[in-house]
């Protein structure tokens, strides 16, 4: 019998900053239900000049770390799009903010806003190994377009680290996975840009092709129908988006079983709650949808299927599944109001407040420089001393 293994806990970040989009809408001479209806969001997290991927991973891995599980961490991978150097791994500071065991391995992965879901992937492949060890992954990004955009009412800002192990209880993952990778420009961002490039009508294309061709090599490997899973999680670039995969994976399947009736109760509303109010945390959303589908389906999805899709631009797709445990039940409650916490507690910005943190930029030249404390508790970045990253926790 192989060996169950999965994500055994998750917990989210976000900074404690938001811009409600009706305002945004409003600064840009836009009508609001463009960003609330047409692309199905309502609030976005903005990230304050002392806050940035390590710090917003450290929060949310602090919340996970047990001093139970934390000597059976033997190996970290951070997922990012938003590194902050070009050699060390971002994880190596959260390894020193966390004090965790010197005996672990840490790396930083990169491809778009798929690299957790390949970090899962090999963490599953290296725990069938290493079976009395846990795996940290960590995925951290700040989604950012640039003001005046298009792409502006799609950023965002978030964490989520998990555990992986051969104790899950929130989701084990299957062995099948269906994936597709293609060279194409629709998003990027060249070292010297802060902002990233986007084509955007045809990343959202893109996207949907790539679910189709990664569904289509997941069913034929795993010999599942859309009716074998309960439920759906997308990656969540803006929350339309989710609902257009989730309509074109319907169509897929009413093509190839014209008899089939639809079940509403599979559409991906649930997976939506958290990403509608925290935006775009590229690496992060696919595990931000799976936190919310969770914590707030009003069903039991005990022993249920869950299909997963994470999508990477540039491009990589990868559509997986799980089942969930029953001891998932034990968690829901606690974590989403941990979740909900985050989230309502943050400050609402006006949308010139929000330009200014935009705006606001770490000098480049390394010279010493400490950010203003707009982070009141647990970890912020500090600043820059002899173009070394300080970080400290309040
Ligand atoms: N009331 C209700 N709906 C309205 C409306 C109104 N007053 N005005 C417009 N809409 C609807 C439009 O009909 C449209 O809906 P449909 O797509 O269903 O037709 C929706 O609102 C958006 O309108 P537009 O298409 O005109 O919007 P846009 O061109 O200004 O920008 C976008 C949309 C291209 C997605 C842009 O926000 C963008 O570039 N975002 C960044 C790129 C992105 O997120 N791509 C997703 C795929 S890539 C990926 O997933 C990786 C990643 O994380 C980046």
């Not at 060890?133 to 964490?159: K, W």
């Not at 092709?209 to 670039?237: E, I, N, Q």
């Not at 589908?293 to 631009?313: A, V």
């Not at 705006?359 to 070394?388: A, C, D, I, W």
């Amino acid at each position: 019998m192989p060996l169950s293994i999965g994500i055994e806990s998750l917990s989210l970040y976000t900074p404690r900053f938001s811009l409600p989009l009706h305002s945004l809408a409003e600064a840009r001479g836009i009508d609001p239900n463009k960003y609330i209806i047409g692309l199905g969001q309502e609030e976005m997290s903005v990230m304050p000049p002392d806050e940035d991927i390590v710090s917003m991973a450290a929060n949310a891995a602090s919340k996970i770390i047990t001093p139970e599980v934390k000597d059976s961490i033997k190996l970290i991978m951070f997922a990012t799009e938003s590194g902050v150097d070009q050699s060390k791994a971002a994880g190596l500071w959260v390894h020193h903010l966390l004090d965790l065991p010197k005996k672990c391995r840490i790396i930083e992965l990169k491809q778009a806003c798929y690299s957790a879901t390949c970090a899962l992937t090999l963490a599953r492949s290296y725990l069938s190994l290493h079976p009395d060890e846990r795996v940290l992954v960590i995925a951290s990004d700040n989604a950012r377009y640039g003001l005046n955009t298009p792409g502006e009412p799609t950023q965002g800002c978030a964490a989520a680290a998990f555990l992986v192990s051969h104790t899950p209880r929130l989701l084990e993952i299957e062995p099948e996975q269906g994936y597709h990778s293609e060279h194409i420009m629709d998003f990027w961002r060249p070292n010297y840009l802060s902002e990233a490039i986007v084509d955007g009508k045809y990343s959202t294309r893109a996207y949907l092709s790539t679910l189709a061709s990664s569904w289509d090599d997941y069913a034929m490997k795993s010999k599942r129908g859309f009716h074998d899973h309960s439920r759906f999680c997308y990656h969540v670039p803006f929350s339309k988006m989710a609902e257009k995969a989730h309509e074109r994976l319907v169509k897929i399947n009413s093509e190839q079983n014209p008899s089939d009736t639809l079940d509403i109760s599979k559409s991906p509303s649930h997976s939506l709650t958290y990403s509608k109010k925290i935006g775009n945390g590229y690496t992060a959303s696919l595990y931000i949808s799976l936190a919310s589908l969770l914590e707030n389906d009003p069903h039991d999805l005990s022993l249920q299927r869950l299909g997963l899709f994470s999508y990477g631009s540039g491009c990589v797709g990868e559509f997986f599944s799980g089942i969930v445990p029953k001891e998932y039940t034990l968690l829901k409650d606690k974590n989403r109001l941990a979740h909900e916490d985050l989230i309502s507690s943050r400050k609402a910005l006006s949308c010139s407040e929000y330009e200014q943190l935009f705006s606001h930029s770490t000098p480049t030249n390394g010279s010493e420089y400490m950010t203003p404390v707009l982070t009141e508790q647990g970890f912020r970045f500090k600043g820059v001393k002899n173009h070394e990253r300080l970080y400290e926790h309040v």
